[in-house]
């Protein structure tokens, strides 16, 4: 049953002050100061590793994203199609990991489609270089490695993961018939 809008206006300041107060925040110490949990952050965060929150206690880590093979694969399938929605990217790249294409300004989300950017068809032609990865943290990019490759880069990583292929629903859930755009 979903709540209706004359539900909701029934829930009072007073209410949530009153469930707040039970709820009991993680801590490892509730009495250190926040510039100092924010350093300790910062200083766990270099390891590379999930680390629980000093503040919230919730899991957090600085994410790298490779250029890899199904990259590739999706700008291509987004060449040839203009735009595809999540479920025919998946489809045509093997992998559900193509949206480091939008973290490195190669391909662009809105609408719920992809679309190849002008900087992913200068890739793709390979009058431009990419930074092999790109570090994210909470959905923002933090930085980049220095080191750039080309679309042909043959130490580009063709991704495959067998846990992620046996956990994942076969790419022909997700295939669409759709026509390609002329060139």
């Known amino acids: 049953m979903t709540s209706s809008k004359s539900d909701r206006k029934k829930i009072t300041k007073a209410d949530i002050e009153r469930i707040a ?3 009991e925040l993680p801590s490892n110490n509730p009495d250190m100061p926040l510039h100092e949990a924010r350093e300790q952050l910062k200083i766990k965060l270099a390891s590379g590793k999930k680390i629980t929150c000093p503040c919230c206690g919730g899991d957090t880590k600085i994410y790298p994203r490779v250029v890899r093979k199904p990259w590739i694969k999706g700008l291509r399938a987004l060449l040839k199609w203009e735009t595809l929605t999540a479920r025919e990217m998946a489809a045509q790249t093997g ?3 193509y949206p480091g294409l939008g973290y490195l300004g190669l391909a662009g989300y809105g609408g719920g489609k992809w679309c190849i950017t002008p900087k992913g068809r200068e890739f793709l032609k390979g009058d431009i270089k990419a930074p092999r990865a790109t570090y994210v943290y909470q959905g ?4 980049t490695t220095s080191e750039m490759i ?3 880069d043959p130490s580009i990583d063709d991704g495959f993961d067998l846990g992620e292929m046996m956990r994942r629903k076969p790419a022909s859930d997700f295939v669409a018939s759709r026509k390609a755009v002329p060139a």
């Open 95 to 97: 992998s559900r990991d």
């Open 21 to 23: 107060a039970h709820i």
């Open 150 to 152: 080309g679309v042909n």
């Open 140 to 143: 923002d990019i933090v930085g």
